[in-house]
């Protein structure tokens, strides 16, 4: 009979899955405290957050055998909550700077990822890039129409400009 503890946790995961744009399994057994509030820190500016628990409670989460590969060892939940890939980019960042981190495996809307394609993901834009992006190719034509029109009054400038230094030699 499982223990009440167990099964809050379960329910307690159950909807940060289904709260979490992505989610990823990592292994943090070569990391010390210190580099882990360090991680905890970066993952909350971008609207993520890491989940400490135990291996057979993640697996009833998510359903049994999804994830079984990757639940050996000492593992973590990182959640993204706001945005698929910020919390991505920020794991991977803190990743390349510390070289502690095993990224396994993730979960995306059901679909189960390979590392392979978590890091894909994390080189992706992110939601405040791609809305800048969509700024400047909005506003792009608009510069070019202003340019246009002011094309016509520059031109009669540099004409009169033209005849004045003329004029003056």
Same mark, same amino acid.
């Given at each position: 009979?499982?223990?009440?503890?167990?099964?809050?946790?379960?329910?307690?995961?159950?909807?940060?899955?289904?709260?979490? *744009?992505?989610? &990823?399994?990592? $292994?943090?057994?070569? %990391?010390?405290?210190?580099? @882990?509030?360090?991680?905890?820190a970066?993952?909350?500016?971008?609207?993520?957050?890491?989940?400490?628990?135990?291996?057979?409670?993640?697996?009833?989460?998510?359903?049994?055998?999804k994830?079984?590969?990757?639940?050996?060892?000492?593992?973590?939940?990182?959640?993204?909550?706001?945005?698929?890939v910020?919390?991505?980019?920020?794991?991977?960042?803190?990743?390349?700077?510390?070289?502690?981190l095993?990224? *396994?495996?993730? &979960?995306?809307? $059901?679909k189960?990822? %390979?590392?392979?394609?978590i @890091?894909?993901?994390?080189?992706?834009?992110?939601k405040?890039?791609?809305?800048?992006?969509?700024?400047?190719?909005?506003?792009?034509?608009?510069?070019?129409?202003?340019?246009?029109?002011?094309?016509?009054?520059?031109?009669?400038?540099?004409a009169?400009?033209a005849?004045?230094?003329?004029?003056?030699e």
């Open positions: 009979m499982p223990s009440q503890k167990n099964l809050d946790q379960v329910k307690i995961l159950q909807d940060k899955f289904a709260a979490a *744009k992505s989610a &990823v399994v990592v $292994d943090y057994s070569g %990391t010390s405290v210190n580099d @882990q509030v360090e991680l905890r970066a993952l909350s500016e971008v609207g993520g957050e890491m989940f400490v628990t135990k291996n057979t409670l993640i697996d009833i989460a998510v359903g049994k055998g994830l079984s590969e990757s639940l050996e060892g000492m593992n973590a939940l990182v959640f993204s909550n706001e945005d698929a910020a919390a991505l980019k920020a794991l991977f960042k803190f990743h390349e700077d510390h070289e502690k095993v990224i *396994k495996q993730g &979960v995306m809307e $059901d189960i990822l %390979t590392a392979e394609e @890091q894909t993901l994390s080189k992706l834009p992110g405040e890039e791609l809305l800048t992006m969509l700024v400047v190719q909005l506003k792009g034509p608009a510069n070019g129409l202003v340019n246009v029109l002011k094309a016509g009054q520059r031109d009669l400038v540099y009169l400009r005849v004045r230094d003329q004029k003056s």
